[in-house]
């Protein structure tokens, strides 16, 4: 059958293209995709073609599908997963396989298995490695989303503390404790943000920075202190770029005893010397940013790491069981990925999306790959329905869930939307 996919050939060369799929195997699986959001790491392997540690050498004859946040419909089973899967499920993916050593994922390796697709075929090592993952919600962006998410609920379980005379580590936060997110009001802080307060084991109090206003105020919309106070968190947002010594003054709001997690959600070195600083004993950094530059360092209190035990660790991507957790408490509304979403657009808008990245502003990007539509801000819906009915009636649904992408917006799309690609 026909797929149309965005396939990449070459460094910054993303084609929009219509090909034959072969006829799947006894152990693999067709699926539809219907959602793809676009990460920053798909901008990273997009930059540098074949340079990329996960692309082939020989993408210029054998392009690969990018894209690797996607969910959609099981479309039809090959004979080996058929007492598995079944024609009509909804479906997410975990990409980070690790099959047998490769560094092979879809939307960096596989030439017919990637997230912007109309239609793509997933290989037998992802049934093997159970990463074909059943959902049960109601939305396929929430299933999408489950793979930023499940990186974010990774950093959380990553995070670890100490019992003074015990050789043992104690994983995952202080439950009760206190905790700061420094610039954490873009998309992933604003998904942290929502598992910190929903999640079972969650601090007492939890500051948040960010430099912006219009994030910030977009934040506090979204996370009102009243909620968070219902769920056992004091919610504070502190906005750090008029403060001329922040880490004193983020030190002062825990009456001087520091802080027991510390996330940094952006790569910025005085941003990461501030977080040391207001570590308090025992206090874990979780540098949770990754940096596009090899030699980047920061300076850190050693003196503290010697007697106040503090400690710093890093997580990149989530596992299979925190993909599980976020689709879970995605499918019971206990968390809504939607928080992360500021753009929605067709297939015809990935490649110029990637490319562009980092220069367009907001949060996640939400492609839809089965219809034909520019890349458009969420909070540009309104003004576009001045001309556009359809827009309008978008417009006025995303006004009825805080200004946020939702369900019943996503249903509407799907069913009205008449431009297809």
């Known amino acids: 059958m026909k797929t149309k996919a965005v396939r990449l050939y070459g460094a910054n060369d993303l084609r929009l293209e219509e090909f034959d799929l072969p006829e799947i195997k ?23 073609g074949e340079n990329h540690k996960r692309v082939p050498n020989d993408i210029s004859e054998n392009p690969i599908i990018v894209g690797h946040e996607f969910a959609g419909v099981i479309e039809k089973v090959g004979a080996k997963w058929q007492n598995q899967f079944k024609p009509g499920d909804k479906f997410a993916i975990q990409p980070a396989l690790n099959y047998k050593g490769s560094m092979a994922s879809p ?14 075929i997933i290989p037998q090592e992802v049934m093997e490695l159970g990463c074909l993952l059943p959902y049960e919600g109601e939305a396929y962006y929430d299933a999408s989303l ?30 009760g404790g206190k905790m700061a997110l420094l610039a954490g009001c873009g998309p992933m802080g604003l998904g942290a943000i929502d598992y910190i307060i929903h999640r079972d084991k969650k601090p007492g109090l939890l500051v948040v920075t960010d430099i912006d206003d219009a994030r910030i105020e977009r934040a506090k919309a979204i996370f009102t202190k009243e909620d968070a106070k219902k769920n056992g968190v004091e919610l504070i947002f502190v906005n750090t770029k008029g403060i001329e010594n922040p880490s004193e003054y983020l030190n002062e709001i825990t009456g001087g005893t520091g802080y027991d997690d510390v996330f940094v959600y952006a790569p910025v070195k005085p941003l990461i010397e501030d977080a040391d600083k207001i570590l308090g004993r025992d206090g874990c950094l979780n540098f949770f940013a990754g940096p596009t530059d090899t030699n980047f360092s920061a300076n850190l209190n050693f003196y503290n790491v010697h007697y106040a035990a503090t400690h710093i660790v890093g997580t990149s991507g989530g596992n299979t069981d925190d993909m599980k957790e976020s689709l879970d408490m995605s499918a019971k509304k206990l968390v809504n990925p ?7 657009g067709g297939l015809n808008s990935v490649a110029e999306s990637t490319l562009n990245l980092p220069n367009i502003p907001g949060g996640k990007k939400l492609i839809y790959t089965h219809i034909d539509m520019e890349l458009t801000a969420i909070e540009d819906f309104e003004e576009k329905g001045k001309s556009d009915p359809f827009f309008k009636e978008l417009a006025d649904i995303i006004n009825r869930h805080k200004g946020l992408w939702s369900a019943e917006a996503e249903k509407y799309l799907l069913e009205n939307y008449t431009k297809l690609i």
């Open 338 to 344: 939607a928080v992360m979403v500021t753009h929605i």
């Open 146 to 175: 489950s793979e930023p998410m499940s990186c974010v609920i990774g950093a959380f379980h990553a995070n670890y503390h100490t019992t003074a005379g015990k050789y043992e580590h104690s994983m995952g936060i202080v439950e």
């Open 26 to 48: 006894d152990d693999e699986i067709l699926v539809k995709v219907i959602t793809d959001s676009i990460c920053m790491s798909t901008y990273k392997a997009a930059t540098l």
């Open 107 to 120: 939307g960096y390796s596989y030439k017919y298995f990637g997230g912007n697709a109309t239609y793509t």
